[in-house]
């Protein structure tokens, strides 16, 4: 619930007053947003019950990425698909789980964004109820782009992105989310069904004293990265850290933002460009992680300038607090 009665703000209100600030936008923005609210409950509603109802396990399919499809990935990528292609203002549709983008009220003038999606992040966590979560960009159609052309509507750099946020399927449910004026954070009150603001303006904490990452394929990392891992552990940042690693991004993100630190995604033997997908993971949570005061780079350059050539691509992420990030920088340079 909200901080006190008096004040309390409906996820939905407080994207009606963000769009203010889009000049034009009379009420198709709040409609897509609330779009993603409802698709979101919708999943929750599923997770929530994973394991009474038949929704555990492997669908039985291979996703674009080569992956096995868990049952809960395909009802959460229908849930979007459903409540998102009803939005006039949508023209296109990118998801984890479909090889291309989709095309929605093509035509269609009032048709000028495009929403990119991990329908499920965390996958692999679904059956021993631990967090998992959904991610979303949301971008606008370049003028020069044809209509009838998805791919080129998506292709864009993050820093493009108009509104990009996730939802943690968790002990709560969160939505986190940004315009573009700072990261709000809304909890689902699930007796009445609605999200309320329940973290205004989130800033990242300059330091935290947890690092995260799958120290299982160090040998693989790249040489700095295993260095790196060492410094922070040695105390030469002030203090000695510990480590946190859940294995769902977006809830490993979720406990960087709140509590700060770094959580890392580097290249390994298995994935040399790293595994996180551009697009849809890596581009919203560093689009929140700058809003919110932090950095995310690939290794060596920022996310958010990263120029995509294909919808699945896949980028090394390095994202966290500001004290922990220009560390990274400095010490990657001289090694
Ligand atoms: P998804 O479930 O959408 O395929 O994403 C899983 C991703 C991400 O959530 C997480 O950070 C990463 O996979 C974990 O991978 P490892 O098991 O290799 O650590
Ligand atoms: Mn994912
Ligand atoms: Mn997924």
Redesign the pocket.
């Known amino acids: 619930m909200a901080e006190n009665s008096s004040t309390i703000i409906t996820a939905q209100q407080h994207i009606m007053r963000e769009q203010k600030r889009f000049p034009g936008a009379s009420g198709e923005f709040s409609f897509l947003l609330s779009g993603i609210t409802l698709a979101t409950k919708m999943i929750q509603a599923q997770v929530r019950k994973a394991g009474l109802t038949d929704v555990l396990g492997e669908h039985g399919e291979i996703n674009v990425?080569g992956?096995i499809q868990q049952k809960l990935?395909v009802i959460s990528n229908e849930a979007l698909v459903h409540c998102l292609s009803s939005r006039e203002s949508i023209g296109v549709l990118a998801s984890?789980e479909n090889e291309e983008p989709m095309l929605v009220h093509k035509g269609s003038d009032e048709a000028k964004y495009a929403v990119v999606f991990?329908p499920?992040?965390?996958?692999?966590n679904i059956d021993v109820n631990v967090s998992?979560g959904t991610t979303f960009s949301i971008l606008r159609k370049p003028d020069d782009v044809a209509m009838d052309n998805p791919e080129q509507w998506v292709l864009q750099p993050g820093s493009k992105q108009v509104a990009a946020g996730y939802v943690v399927y968790g002990s709560s449910t969160i939505l986190v989310y940004s315009a573009g004026n700072g990261v709000h954070g809304f909890t689902l009150d699930p007796a009445v069904g609605a999200y309320f603001l329940s973290h205004p303006n989130m800033t990242m904490p300059d330091q935290g004293k947890y690092y995260s990452v799958?120290e299982?394929?160090r040998d693989g990392f790249p040489a700095r990265y295993g260095d790196y891992i060492d410094r922070l552990r040695s105390g030469v940042l002030g203090r000695k850290y510990a480590s946190r690693?859940i294995?769902?991004?977006?809830a490993?993100f979720h406990r960087t933002l709140l509590k700060g630190g770094v959580f890392l995604?580097p290249p390994?033997e298995d994935n040399k460009e790293g595994?996180?997908r551009l697009l849809y993971?890596a581009n919203p949570v560093a689009f929140l992680a700058e809003q919110a005061g932090g950095t995310a780079i690939d290794g060596e350059k920022r996310i958010l300038d990263i120029e995509p050539t294909s919808i699945h691509q896949r980028t090394p992420l390095i994202v966290g607090s500001r004290v922990e990030l220009a560390d990274f920088e400095s010490f990657a340079q001289t090694n």
């Open positions: 990425q992956e990935d984890e991990d499920l992040d965390g996958s692999s998992v799958n299982a394929y690693y294995g769902s991004m977006v490993d995604y390994t595994k996180l993971e």
